[in-house]
């Protein structure tokens, strides 16, 4: 009893299928990355179709001997796309099937699709983000994976493709963009991060907080006397290296000097660091081009270290 059944229901469905139309592909909700789409549909062999691309006519054909009939090459316009066919079905009524894709457009935006760009001002943390290339309907757009990168402040650790180009050179996947930022020694909350694609840029804030760190302290202290004879040349008084600028005479057979110096940074509170130097031997005139020693840097050790200079100032403190 259930196999000549299922026969009859199988006739019926078929008798069903072939007597309207149906739209065989583009499955509904399907996205396309390029603008030429294929049509195929099922119907009354020999029956006209037409069919309809956001509502303008694209196309009229007959359906073929087999049921069948492939609308190829059909141009849609990015965006959302409404497919429409309309043929002739049994009793010659006219039958239609309707359903919705998307074409990708151009890049329109990149969202970042990670946690907003922060991280402490401490010149080692670094952090993980994702974007997203998108069209101008927020779709994935999954073929364009080649980026160019700028960050105004901090380091872009992500691997540079094309060290000849300006900015890192990166290439992301499906139409995602992953990047590896390091954080800059300096807070900050007007920094950011450019990223751009086929001509289109945005622009991302980049925050640099400052962290909880405990108060480090280096300092030093030196210290000589010399001394002389009654009947030794007092211009002759020796200072052993210990004596410079820093020096006091205690009458004429003596003379006192030294250097005092330290240097501290860390928190107070949170979101407030202290960094200070003392150097009782800093003068004026010693500042010129100090932070440039071609003699003391010259040696390139190949290890990616940076040199920063905390405490800068003209003054002893």
């Not at 999954?142 to 700028?150: D, F, G, K, P, V």
């Not at 890192?168 to 751009?196: C, D, F, N, P, Y």
């Amino acid at each position: 009893m259930n196999r000549p059944i299922k026969i009859l229901a199988g006739l019926l469905l078929a008798t069903a299928i072939f007597a309207q139309v149906i739209i065989l592909e583009p499955k509904d909700g399907a996205v396309s990355r390029i603008n030429k789409i294929s049509v195929t549909i099922a119907g009354k062999a020999g029956a006209p179709a037409t069919l309809f691309i956001n509502g303008s006519e694209a196309a009229h054909e007959i359906i073929r001997i087999d049921g069948l009939l492939d609308f190829l090459n059909v141009e849609a316009p990015a965006g959302p796309v409404n497919i429409k066919v309309e043929a002739e079905g049994a009793s010659g009524r006219i039958f239609t099937a309707e359903r919705g894709i998307h074409v990708l457009g151009t890049v329109n935006q990149i969202v970042n699709i990670s946690d907003p760009i922060g991280l402490d001002a401490d010149g080692r943390s670094t952090g993980e983000f994702r974007f997203e290339i998108q069209d101008e309907w927020g779709y994935r757009l999954n073929h364009i994976n080649n980026a160019s990168i700028r960050i105004s402040s901090g380091t872009i650790v992500t691997e540079d493709l094309d060290k000849e180009s300006s900015g890192t050179q990166t290439m992301g996947e499906e139409g995602i963009i992953k990047l590896t930022v390091q954080s800059a020694l300096e807070a900050t909350e007007r920094a950011s991060l450019e990223i751009t694609v086929r001509g289109h840029t945005e622009s991302f804030p980049v925050h640099y907080s400052i962290p909880e760190e405990p108060i480090l302290v280096v300092g030093a202290v030196n210290a000589g006397l010399s001394t002389l004879a009654k009947d030794q040349d007092p211009n002759s008084l020796p200072h052993f290296g210990l004596i410079n600028i820093n020096n006091t005479k205690l009458g004429d057979h003596a003379l006192l000097g030294g250097r005092a110096a330290f240097y501290a940074k860390g928190s107070i509170k949170p979101g407030l660091r202290l960094t200070a130097s003392l150097d009782t031997d800093r003068g004026y005139l010693d500042q010129l081009f100090v932070d440039v020693d071609p003699e003391e840097l010259y040696p390139v050790f190949g290890d990616a270290s940076s040199i920063s200079y905390d405490a800068q100032s003209r003054s002893k403190l």
